[in-house]
């Protein structure tokens, strides 16, 4: 696979998952292009570069006379895509983890209250043309939410996961690591349903001698299973139902709220880098910011002595 369909590939995903802008896509893949044309110049393939041609990278841009601001998005897109590249197995580690960008500051995530995720499984529950439809956003919804999940590692569970009404569920994230998440009882009542019926449906085909589908959430597509753009659509969809903005919703803004709602409620910080399947400790310690921002917001605002 060359350098420019793994960058495609890249803004794919993070249309699909994290609902990124046109614009903001347009800029990624401008960056990103500008990086891979610096490396091909010295004859280095984007997934070697180490963590020293990032930085040499981005002090040619600084002797270019690139403006600040520029400079800091072009590393936030090149942290981007090795964050990506990282999570797909493309490479075993991040080069770009611990750059630290000219005068900018790490955009906190922005999560969902446990008000409006609440909104959002319950609209699952009435949301679609019919019952199976309904059964399947239910499912969807509860799985991704009691376990954190990635998109990917959600539409690409195989059937047989829901064998034997299980407590916890095998997850085969990105680059084959396999991890364990526990299942909350809403969502094991859910994929039971919804696994119940996917199994009528197999057995009706070998019934048929037809060729069945080893996916959890089948599909007829040329993948076999649902697609990141296609759950990324209906559940923009579903906040509409609930009635949330649709740009407050994502598929990663689901796995944002998991982590931080644990954190909140008490849940220890290396429990939460294993169940979100994180190498390392550093990309799971933004949550704890997060919430420190939460915490002053709470004072500034309800604080007798803050209204001043």
């Known amino acids: 696979m060359s350098d420019i369909s793994r960058i495609s590939i890249f803004l794919e995903a993070s ?27 010295r004859k280095r393939p984007l997934l070697e570069a180490t963590q ?48 630290g960008g000219p005068g900018s ?20 529950r009435l949301h679609g043309k019919g019952q199976i439809e309904r059964l399947r956003m239910t499912c969807l919804m509860e799985l991704l939410y009691a376990t ?5 590692e959600l539409v690409t569970l195989p059937l047989n996961s829901a064998d034997g009404d299980p407590r916890m569920l095998l997850v085969k994230g990105k680059g084959g690591k ?29 019934r048929e001698k037809q060729v069945g ?6 599909s007829r597509g040329k993948l076999g299973h649902l697609t990141r753009e296609g759950f990324y659509l209906a559940l923009k969809d579903l906040a509409i139902s609930a009635g949330i903005s649709p740009d407050k919703v994502t598929p990663h803004r689901l796995r944002h709220a998991f982590a931080t709602h644990l954190l909140e409620n008490g849940a220890d910080l290396r429990v939460i880098q294993t169940l979100l399947g994180h190498a390392d400790v550093a990309t799971t310690e933004i949550y704890t910011h997060v919430l420190e921002e939460r915490m002053r917001d709470l004072v500034l605002n309800h604080h007798p002595l803050a209204k001043n």
């Open 15 to 41: 249309s699909a998952e994290d609902g990124a802008a046109r614009n903001t896509l347009l800029a990624y893949g401008r960056d990103l292009k500008s990086f891979h044309a610096w490396l091909a110049a």
């Open 52 to 99: 020293d041609e990032i930085e040499s990278y981005l002090i040619s841009t600084e002797a270019k006379g690139l403006s600040k601001s520029t400079r800091a998005r072009r590393l936030s897109s090149i942290k981007s895509f090795y964050r990506f590249a990282f999570d797909e197995g493309w490479r075993t580690e991040n080069p770009a983890l611990r750059i």
């Open 105 to 124: 500051t790490r955009k906190l995530p922005k999560i969902l209250s446990i008000a409006e995720v609440d909104r959002l499984l319950e609209a699952a």
């Open 148 to 152: 954190g999940m990635r998109v990917t």
């Open 178 to 206: 396999e991890r364990m998440v526990p299942l909350s009882p809403p969502a094991r009542d859910a994929l039971a349903l919804w696994a119940s019926h996917r199994k009528a449906q197999e057995d009706i085909l070998r």
């Open 213 to 218: 589908n080893r996916y959890l959430f089948a």
